[in-house]
Nanobody, 129 residues
């Protein structure tokens, strides 16, 4: 499975960005997709995920109310809409996909597991004035 992210960039605080994640050959019905991010000197954290069949969506407390997630099943593409961006959102954002054993096996209400099988190369998001 090939995972490709796009949409990163340099924006000012308060601006918006939309990240895209295309996961080829992984049917949306059976796949969970997650967004992780890693800032310099910090551990990778799970930002958001959506389970197979869209039964579970998760957002980290730090982004809740500002980030939304949506999926285009026909294109096998997931979008992360990031609004009201803050400097602390600056990080490399990674998309990861996995064929779930059951809905919620990898994207859980407490956050995504880290053993997603397919990862993208990452896209840089920089929020700075």
């Amino acid at each position: 499975v090939r995972v490709v992210e796009s949409g990163g960039g340099l924006v000012q605080p308060g601006d918006s960005l939309r990240l895209s994640c295309a996961a080829n050959d992984l049917p949306s019905r059976w796949s969970a997709i997650a967004w992780f991010r890693q800032a310099p000197g910090k551990e990778r954290e799970g930002v958001s995920c959506i389970s197979s069949n869209n039964t579970i969506t998760y957002f980290a407390d730090s982004v809740k109310g500002r980030f939304t997630i949506s999926r285009d099943n026909d294109k096998n593409t997931l979008y992360l809409q990031m609004d009201n961006l803050k400097p602390e959102d600056t990080a490399v954002y990674y998309c990861a996909a996995v064929w779930e054993d059951w809905p919620g096996s990898h994207c859980r209400t407490t956050g995504p597991l880290t053993d997603f099988g397919s990862w993208g190369q990452g896209t840089q998001v920089t929020v700075s004035s």
